[in-house]
């Protein structure tokens, strides 16, 4: 299997795993709430943090399959020749702003929030590890994006 596939298969799972645990920690909330009467001090901010998690992740995920959202009205009514080169500039454009957004600036957020040592109120645990979701999409999208251009996919 290749690397990229292994990657792509890692991705998926993570995803599933982690809207899995969000769901059953909804669930719980709910159930805490209304049948127990006694809601659940951390739910609410777990599934703040799970949230945040399958949705940069998902980004990174969508991206390397190509089905993120696209405007492509514009480019469909140019020459193939014309369409070729847009979408190589897009695909230019997304890494570029993956590398200096994502793992530049994450890595900076994540640095910032360890250095100050500040943690969840509820979870007590270090919003770094909530905020490491951020440069790890950014390396994945930046892979994605390297493996399209060196396979002329874009």
Do not use: C
């Not at 014309?82 to 454009?93: A, D, F, G, R, Y």
């Not at 890494?95 to 890595?107: E, K, P, V, Y």
């Amino acid at each position: 299997m290749k690397f990229r596939e292994k990657i792509d298969r890692f991705l998926g799972w993570a995803l599933v795993v982690i809207m899995s645990l969000m769901v059953v920690n909804v669930l719980w909330q709910v159930f805490s709430r209304f049948i127990l009467s006694d809601p659940s001090s951390y739910t609410d901010e777990l599934a703040r943090y799970l949230m945040i998690w399958v949705g940069v992740l998902g980004a990174a995920y969508v991206s390397g399959k190509n089905k993120h959202v696209a405007i492509d009205y514009f480019p469909s009514k140019f020459s193939k020749t014309n369409q070729i080169k847009v979408k190589k500039l897009v695909t230019w454009i997304i890494m570029f702003f993956a590398f200096f957004t994502f793992i530049i600036g994450g890595s900076r957020l994540v640095y910032i929030t360890y250095i100050l040592e500040q943690f969840s109120p509820a979870l007590q645990i270090p919003l770094a590890f909530v905020y490491l979701v951020i440069p790890i999409s950014g390396i994945l999208i930046v892979y994605y994006k390297i493996y399209e251009i060196s396979n002329h996919k874009a």
